[in-house]
């Protein structure tokens, strides 16, 4: 069965940098079957795509956010990340990661975890 | 940036047939597959359509998905209480050059 956990810390203070962490089980992120992406979502509003990552290092980004963000991918630890600079309050969402089977939609989910931007 | 459009809302009695709409272009609908997704309340999105009227495996066929041009639909029939949440089109945008989601449509079961 395969899993995705998101961690990373829960707190980020306005214009540092954000970055979590997920960790897959029950498939690897090596698999050229795969995409790995993250996407999040703000309290009380619609889920918000925030970029993608193919094993070959292929990353392809939500434009409105493409200067300030990153995903990378860890092989050795079956680990795909997020990292998201200079942060402020409207970064504050539920984040989460998903396999993408490409055609086939993102068909498994992490559970998310809260990430709150205040000082 | 959400450039797909559904109503905010909609709602039907246990068993009735609810139907949700998802309003796009051409450079996202209309040249490329839909996707819906359930998020129950406090726990992650789950696919429910892929490929515009495909099911995953474990999705009741009560849930169907059709697309026309630049707009789709999702119908939910013999609707349940346990169908209650907020659904999510999504499509790739060829213009931006990546995935986007709707506005989200909360069902309610009355």
């Known amino acids: 069965q395969v899993q995705l956990q998101e961690s990373g810390p829960g707190l980020v203070k306005p214009s540092q940098t954000l970055s979590l962490t997920c960790t897959v089980s029950g498939d690897s992120v090596s698999s050229r079957s795969y995409y790995w992406s993250w996407i999040r979502q703000p309290a009380g509003e619609a889920l918000e795509w925030i970029g993608r990552?193919?094993?070959?290092?292929?990353?392809e980004y939500n434009s409105s956010l493409k200067t300030r963000v990153t995903i990378s991918i860890d092989t050795s630890k079956n680990q795909f990340s997020l990292r998201l600079n200079s942060v402020t309050a409207a970064d504050t969402a539920v984040y989460y990661c998903a396999r993408d089977f490409g055609l086939n939609g993102m068909d498994v989910w992490g559970q998310g975890t809260t990430v709150t931007v205040s000082s | 940036q959400s450039v797909l459009t559904q109503p905010p809302s909609a709602s039907g009695t246990p068993g009735q047939r609810v139907t949700i709409s998802c309003s796009g272009s051409s450079s996202n609908i209309g040249s490329n597959n839909l996707y819906w997704y359930q998020n129950l309340p406090g726990t992650a999105p789950k696919l429910l359509i892929y490929g515009n009227y495909q099911r995953p495996s474990g999705v009741p066929d009560r849930f169907s998905g059709s697309k026309s041009g630049t707009s789709a639909s999702l119908a939910i029939s013999g609707l349940q209480s346990e169908d209650e949440a907020d659904y999510y089109c999504a499509a790739w945008d060829d213009t931006l050059s990546g995935f986007v989601f709707g506005t989200g449509t909360k069902v309610t079961v009355l």
């Open positions: 990552i193919y094993i070959s290092g292929l990353t």
